[in-house]
């Protein structure tokens, strides 16, 4: 799926201006690695991404990501030792305290690894390690859209759909480190309700997710559904949910239905965070945001989202709480983990 998820470029600070103490993050997916060297400030000094190449294994893997806190710090004409702290976000679920992916349902084979550990080992540093949802959410809530909150929930919209918990300075991680996994929220508990990968029925992410806003479009043109979608699908484009966008964009019907079902359903999932959280802000990002703010369909989406929310939620929270679109997209993840390697850093110190 086309990355569409920056708000803005990424610009890189100039290694003069940085106020240390420097920080490394690292964020892995099931297609790419992503790294970041940032400041005290959380101002992006270096970025490095690669191919996850996940059929080669968790320790080809494990050690690319530790050489990537070299590569950054050669970026920027350091040696590693002058980085501070690292921190590291995977796919769970995961057992954080042991620093072990439980199960990667994106990077078969990888279950039960010890990973954070085996990136230290190569990057010559403890590590700091979080979900990358967490980290995502971190990240806005360091130097993001969050940044101006106390406590935010955000949700990642994407091949599934991730959550993170920020309260005050600290993610909601759990006893069994499987806190803050909202897309795994019921919303539906009806007899037909749908499936997640997991074989979970009902929850957000057989809603929310760009693998179910799929499914349903496939669904509805297969039982004859028809319009510009359906006909650019017949000719052989693939369905995405950035081919169903434009076609919304053009006023496809089918397209905007499809669109505004996940914002309903995406709005109800949000009304019990609220209920069960009452935060200072809902975050919506990841790769599914349908351009944002800066696109109309985006703009179509998150209203829908907010009305659902006014709709459902007590009149207080429908009216104090922020929804908003993420601003750091792809390098949320990153930035974050670089944040908890700073937060950390900071307490022991």
């Given at each position: 799926?086309?990355?569409r998820?920056?708000?803005?470029?990424?610009r890189?600070?100039?290694?003069a201006?940085?106020?240390?103490p420097l920080?490394?993050?690292?964020?892995l997916g099931?297609?790419?690695?992503?790294?970041?060297?940032v400041?005290?400030?959380?101002r992006?000094?270096?970025?490095?991404?690669?191919?996850?190449?996940?059929?080669?294994?968790?320790?080809?893997?494990?050690?690319?990501?530790?050489?990537?806190?070299?590569?950054?710090?050669?970026?920027v004409g350091?040696?590693t030792?002058?980085?501070?702290?690292?921190?590291?976000?995977?796919?769970?679920?995961?057992?954080l305290?042991?620093?072990?992916?439980?199960?990667?349902?994106n990077?078969p084979?990888w279950?039960?690894?010890?990973?954070?550990?085996?990136?230290a080992?190569h990057c010559?540093?403890a590590v700091?390690y979080?979900?990358?949802?967490?980290?995502?959410?971190y990240?806005?809530?360091?130097?993001?859209s969050g940044?101006?909150?106390g406590?935010?929930v955000m949700?990642?919209?994407?091949?599934?759909?991730?959550?993170?918990?920020i309260?005050?300075?600290?993610?909601?991680?759990g006893?069994?480190?499987?806190?803050?996994?909202?897309?795994?929220?019921?919303?539906?508990t009806?007899d037909?309700?749908r499936?997640?990968?997991?074989?979970?029925?009902?929850d957000?992410?057989?809603y929310?997710?760009?693998?179910?806003l799929?499914?349903?479009?496939?669904?509805?043109?297969e039982q004859?559904?028809?319009?510009?979608?359906?006909?650019?699908?017949?000719?052989?484009?693939?369905?995405?949910?950035?081919?169903?966008?434009?076609?919304a964009?053009?006023?496809?019907s089918?397209?905007?239905?499809?669109?505004?079902?996940?914002?309903?359903w995406?709005?109800?999932?949000?009304?019990?965070?609220m209920?069960?959280?009452?935060?200072?802000?809902?975050?919506?990002?990841?790769?599914?945001?349908?351009?944002?703010?800066?696109?109309a369909?985006g703009?179509?989406?998150?209203?829908?989202?907010?009305?659902?929310?006014?709709?459902?939620?007590?009149?207080?929270?429908?009216?104090?709480t922020?929804i908003r679109y993420?601003?750091?997209g792809?390098?949320?993840?990153?930035?974050?983990?670089?944040?908890?390697?700073?937060?950390?850093?900071?307490r022991?110190?």
């Amino acid at each position: 799926m086309t990355d569409r998820r920056m708000s803005h470029p990424r610009r890189l600070l100039p290694f003069a201006q940085a106020r240390p103490p420097l920080y490394a993050g690292v964020d892995l997916g099931g297609t790419t690695i992503k790294a970041s060297l940032v400041d005290d400030l959380g101002r992006t000094l270096a970025f490095h991404t690669e191919p996850t190449h996940a059929d080669r294994g968790p320790d080809d893997a494990a050690a690319r990501m530790g050489r990537a806190v070299h590569t950054l710090a050669g970026m920027v004409g350091i040696v590693t030792s002058d980085i501070a702290a690292v921190g590291l976000g995977t796919p769970g679920p995961q057992d954080l305290p042991t620093g072990v992916i439980i199960r990667a349902g994106n990077l078969p084979g990888w279950d039960n690894y010890p990973i954070r550990d085996r990136v230290a080992e190569h990057c010559g540093h403890a590590v700091s390690y979080a979900n990358d949802a967490t980290a995502a959410a971190y990240g806005e809530f360091w130097v993001g859209s969050g940044s101006e909150y106390g406590s935010l929930v955000m949700l990642t919209l994407g091949t599934g759909v991730g959550g993170g918990i920020i309260i005050g300075d600290s993610s909601i991680d759990g006893a069994h480190s499987h806190a803050s996994e909202c897309g795994h929220i019921i919303i539906d508990t009806s007899d037909t309700a749908r499936k997640c990968p997991f074989g979970h029925s009902g929850d957000l992410e057989a809603y929310c997710s760009a693998t179910a806003l799929m499914a349903r479009a496939r669904e509805a043109i297969e039982q004859g559904a028809a319009g510009s979608l359906a006909g650019a699908v017949a000719e052989g484009e693939e369905l995405t949910p950035i081919l169903i966008s434009r076609e919304a964009e053009t006023g496809d019907s089918l397209a905007t239905t499809l669109i505004l079902d996940t914002a309903g359903w995406l709005g109800i999932g949000i009304v019990t965070l609220m209920h069960t959280l009452d935060p200072e802000a809902v975050i919506i990002g990841g790769a599914m945001t349908f351009g944002g703010e800066e696109a109309a369909v985006g703009r179509i989406f998150i209203d829908r989202v907010r009305a659902v929310v006014r709709s459902r939620a007590f009149p207080l929270l429908a009216e104090k709480t922020v929804i908003r679109y993420a601003i750091l997209g792809g390098d949320a993840g990153s930035i974050g983990a670089a944040g908890f390697a700073r937060r950390d850093h900071r307490r022991n110190a």
